[in-house]
């Protein structure tokens, strides 16, 4: 995937027919709900975990103007491209986009819109993105809970890689899937609550309980609602200073 001019002018949606399908929900894979956080674990060691799928990640953002058609007025959405190449796999997917937060839900609740591309179509989308790149091997790890709750955990390695940010080698960040909007409740709280009272909070309880977030979080720090640690930020501006 070559890389032209890092800023391009912003696209129409009417004069890109994939991004119609992508935002109409009528692509090869239509839309979802996604319901996730993000979090920050210092020193994390994942030598020992199950991890079920690894992937090596490429993605880039790209802006585009649509006309809402209740406003009738010209807005502007963006679009993620991401290339999601399986280890032990020889041929890789690529993804075209959309989130946007579901009415009425919590703002980790998501709509997620996305179409699978040809590699063609993909790179011609690619050239007119914004921004950096953000490359990053993912790790995929299924955990089920004390409570019989179960969760995808991600975790996501990241490199500077070709066109990306520096700031951006040798972090890393988690990001926990919840099936429920009840499930995402429970377990953020539990994490809340290890963070403030310490990682026996738990086992000293009486009746003593077990948690749900898996003992290599237990340092976890929710980073879900600062829009430093967002893909978007982190492909415009690499990783925050202060961190």
Same mark, same amino acid.
Not at 217 to 236: E, I, P, V
């Given at each position: 995937m ?7 002018? +912003? ?47 490429? !993605? ?7 006309? &809402?058609p ?8 963006? =679009? ?14 690529? =993804? +075209?986009?959309?989130?946007?937060v ?36 993912? !790790? ?46 429970? =377990? ?7 963070? !403030?009272?310490?990682?026996?909070v738990?086992?000293v ?7 749900? +977030? ?16 967002? &893909? ?12």
């Amino acid at each position: 995937m070559a890389l032209e001019k890092f800023n391009q002018p +912003v696209l129409k949606i009417s004069n890109e027919p994939i991004l119609s399908e992508v935002l109409e929900g009528t692509g090869d894979t239509g839309k979802e709900i996604e319901i996730e956080r993000k979090y920050l674990i210092p020193e994390l060691d994942t030598t020992d975990l199950e991890v079920f799928r690894t992937a090596k990640i490429t !993605q880039r953002y790209l802006p585009a103007i649509f006309v &809402n058609p209740k406003t009738k007025k010209d807005e502007e959405i963006t =679009f993620r491209l991401r290339k999601w190449d399986a280890v032990g796999s020889d041929v890789p997917v690529f =993804f +075209v986009q959309y989130k946007k937060v579901v009415p009425g839900g919590s703002i980790n609740t998501r709509l997620e819109y996305k179409k699978v591309v040809t590699e063609e179509e993909f790179d011609k989308l690619w050239n007119k993105g914004v921004d950096r790149v953000v490359t990053k091997t993912r !790790q995929y790890v299924e955990h089920k809970g004390a409570s019989g709750r179960e969760y995808e955990i991600h975790i996501d390695h990241y490199e500077e890689g070709e066109f990306g940010h520096k700031s951006m080698a040798g972090r890393t960040t988690v990001e926990v899937e919840f099936k429920s909007p009840e499930d995402e409740v429970f =377990f953020s709280e539990q994490v809340a609550i290890i963070s !403030q009272n310490g990682p026996t909070v738990f086992s000293v309880a009486k009746p003593p309980m077990e948690a749900d +977030v898996p003992e290599w979080m237990f340092k976890a720090q929710d980073m879900t609602k600062d829009k430093r640690f967002k &893909n978007s930020s982190f492909a415009k501006n690499g990783w925050p200073v202060s961190e």
